[in-house]
């Protein structure tokens, strides 16, 4: 199972990025797909998960109404929209899936949200 995000980067604040998560080596339309994030000192929170049907649930109440989780299970691939960025949004950004048993990680992409 390999998973590799991309599409992070510096952005001020107020403003959007979409994050992307390529998955490979399972079935991926039969997978809840997680999306957490590992601020500087702070332990990794969840942030997000996508239905295998692709409804997504906050579970960050920070992120509530301006981040938003969807999926294309035509190309096997997450992505975590997120809008109205704050400075506090800055972290490491990485997809999850738990298969067999183990949780898989990405390597994680950085966003940075400075002026």
């Known amino acids: 199972v390999q998973l590799a995000e991309s599409g992070g980067g510096l952005v001020q604040p107020g403003g959007s990025l979409r994050l992307s998560c390529a998955v490979s080596g399972l079935a991926f339309t039969s997978y809840d797909m997680n999306w957490f994030r590992q601020a500087p000192g702070k332990q990794r929170e969840l942030v997000l998960t996508?239905?295998?049907?692709?409804?997504?649930?906050n579970f960050a109440d920070s992120v509530k109404d301006r981040f938003t989780g969807s999926r294309d299970n035509a190309k096997n691939t997450v992505y975590l929209q997120m809008n109205s960025l704050k400075p506090e949004d800055t972290a490491v950004y990485y997809c999850?899936?738990?298969?067999?048993?183990?949780?898989?990680w990405g390597q994680g992409t950085q966003v940075t949200v400075s002026s």
């Open positions: 999850h899936v738990y298969h067999r048993r183990r949780s898989y």
């Open positions: 996508i239905s295998t049907v692709g409804s997504s649930t």
